[in-house]
């Protein structure tokens, strides 16, 4: 008798069910004057946008500090559901599925620190991948090891593009030509 399929094992649009919270792409408090936005598309193998991915993101603050208030989930006291985020905390982590055409958009601050290339860590669950994938998103003038490891095409994988006032886009494909750089973690 074989084992029962994990969700790892199980292949399938199965991520947006309780995953993704009211305001999980607020990670900086509405209004913030340093706030950025940061957008984009998944895509998969054949270039078609991925409707039901859920994207992860990570960051350190302005700083540099990966430090994180206790918590800023609301809870609904009756039923015990997530109703959002306080609205005041800046977290760092944020979490959004992507809409009917693959895209997500999320609201931070810039990344700071005394690194040489500050980054946003990026976490991507979606259809037909048994293992969440992990990549970076470098924004504009960005240097440092990995991306002067990789070959200039590879590279421009990992960037952010400036859209405007405060606005990058930053697009993920899964595979193909123009596959997005993805990280392994062991």
Do not use: K
């Not at 706030?35 to 350190?60: C, K, M, N, R």
């Not at 993920?172 to 993805?182: A, K, M, P």
């Amino acid at each position: 008798m074989s084992p029962l399929p994990t969700p790892s094992h199980t292949v399938g649009p199965f991520f947006g069910y309780a995953l993704a919270f009211p305001g999980g792409g607020d990670i900086v408090p509405s209004g913030h004057p340093e706030s950025i936005t940061l957008h984009g598309q998944v895509y998969d193998g054949a270039g078609a946008p991925v409707p039901d991915a859920i994207v992860e993101f990570w960051q350190t603050d302005s700083e540099g500090s990966p430090a994180r208030p206790p918590g800023s989930m609301r809870r609904d006291p009756v039923t015990g559901g997530f109703l959002g985020r306080n609205g005041v905390d800046f977290t760092g982590f944020g979490r959004v599925p992507t809409d009917a055409d693959g895209h997500f958009t999320v609201r931070t601050l810039p990344p700071g620190g005394p690194a040489p290339a500050p980054y946003i860590s990026v976490c991507v669950f979606a259809r037909g991948l048994t293992h969440h994938l992990f990549t970076r998103a470098y924004f504009p003038g960005a240097e440092d090891r990995l991306l002067s490891s990789l070959a200039p095409e590879r590279r421009a994988t990992l960037m952010a593009t400036a859209e405007g006032h405060h606005t990058f886009r930053f697009d993920i494909r899964l595979q193909g030509e123009e596959e997005t750089v993805f990280l392994d973690f062991d």
